[in-house]
C-alpha cells in the first residue's frame, strides 16, 4: 500500500501499490475526477425536481443523463403517490378489480398459502392496525353496563322509535356522538393500559342523554353509522 495526493483536492490517499504503478493520475472520488476531466456531467448531477413532491432529483451515475431523461421521480414513495392519485383513478380501480375477478375465478389457494398470507396482515403488520384497541373495545361493547346502558335508553324513550314513531319490535340503541369516538378520547387522555377498567369509570360512554332509541332501518339513515365515522368531524381523534 501506497500514499498518494488526490490530483485535484490534494487530499491524501491509499492506494495498492499495483495501482499507483500503472495510473499516471490519482483521484479520491468520482468528484474530483469529473472535475479535473471536465466532464458535461459532474456527479452527483441534477437532473430536474420530482413531478409529484418537487424536491431536486439528484443521479450518481450516467444512466439517467442522456437524451432520455427518464428519472422523474425522487424514490418509490413518491411513484406510489403518483400512481394512487393519477394513475389509479376509481374507474381504472374497478376495471382491475373485474380483471382480477376474472383471472382468479375457480383458482384455490393451497392451505398454507392461505395461513402464510393470514399471518403477513395478522396484528400489527395489517394496515388496519389500531394500537390493540380493537379486543377491547370488543369487551366493552358486550360488557353489563353496555346492557345495562341501553336498557335505560329504551325505557327512556318508551320504546319508539325518535325518527320514525315506530313502537316495539325490534329497536336498536343509538349513539348520538359515536361509542368510537368516546372511546378514542379515553384512550387519547388515558392511554390503552387497562383500558377496561377506565372503561367502567368514564361516565361519558354511559351517558343516557348521549343516546337514542332507532329502529334499524333509521339507524342506517343516521350520519354517525358504522363507517361514516371516517369523516373530517372525527379526524383530529384518530
Known amino acids: 500500500m501506497m500514499i498518494v495526493r488526490c490530483d485535484y483536492c490534494h487530499k491524501k490517499i491509499i492506494r495498492e501499490s499495483s495501482r499507483v504503478r500503472s495510473r499516471q493520475h490519482h483521484y479520491c472520488n468520482l468528484v474530483c475526477y469529473n472535475k479535473?476531466?471536465?466532464r458535461k456531467y459532474i456527479y452527483?448531477?441534477?437532473l430536474g425536481q420530482c413531478i409529484e413532491c418537487g424536491k431536486d432529483i439528484f443521479v450518481n451515475n450516467s444512466m439517467y443523463t442522456g437524451k432520455a431523461k427518464t428519472k422523474r421521480f425522487c424514490n418509490k414513495t413518491c411513484i406510489m403517490k403518483y400512481r394512487n392519485r393519477i394513475m389509479w383513478t376509481p374507474e381504472k380501480r374497478r376495471i382491475q378489480g373485474q380483471r382480477a375477478a376474472l383471472i382468479n375465478r375457480g383458482k384455490?389457494?393451497?392451505l398454507q398459502s392461505r395461513v402464510n398470507y393470514a399471518l403477513a396482515n395478522t396484528g400489527s403488520k395489517?394496515?388496519?392496525?389500531?394500537g390493540g384497541k380493537t379486543g377491547h373495545s370488543r369487551t366493552i361493547r358486550n360488557c353489563f353496563r353496555m346492557t345495562e346502558w341501553k336498557k335505560a335508553v329504551l325505557q327512556r324513550d318508551n320504546y319508539t322509535c325518535q325518527y320514525c314513531g315506530k313502537r316495539g319490535g325490534y329497536l336498536e340503541a343509538d349513539h348520538i356522538e359515536p361509542f368510537?369516538?368516546?372511546l378514542q378520547r379515553l384512550i387519547n387522555r388515558e392511554g390503552i393500559d387497562e383500558l377496561y377498567e377506565k372503561a367502567l369509570q368514564y361516565d361519558r360512554l354511559w351517558d343516557v342523554e348521549n343516546g337514542r332509541t332507532l329502529c334499524p332501518k333509521c339507524h342506517k339513515m343516521t350520519d354517525?353509522?358504522?363507517l361514516k365515522t371516517n369523516d373530517k368531524r372525527w379526524s383530529?381523534?384518530?
Request: zero cysteines; hydrophobic letters at 50%; proline letters at 4%.
Open 224 to 226: 354517525t353509522f358504522a
Open 108 to 110: 384455490v389457494r393451497s
Open 236 to 238: 383530529y381523534l384518530f
Open 36 to 38: 479535473a476531466t471536465k
Open 180 to 182: 368510537s369516538v368516546v
Open 126 to 130: 395489517s394496515h388496519f392496525w389500531l
Open 44 to 46: 452527483p448531477y441534477k
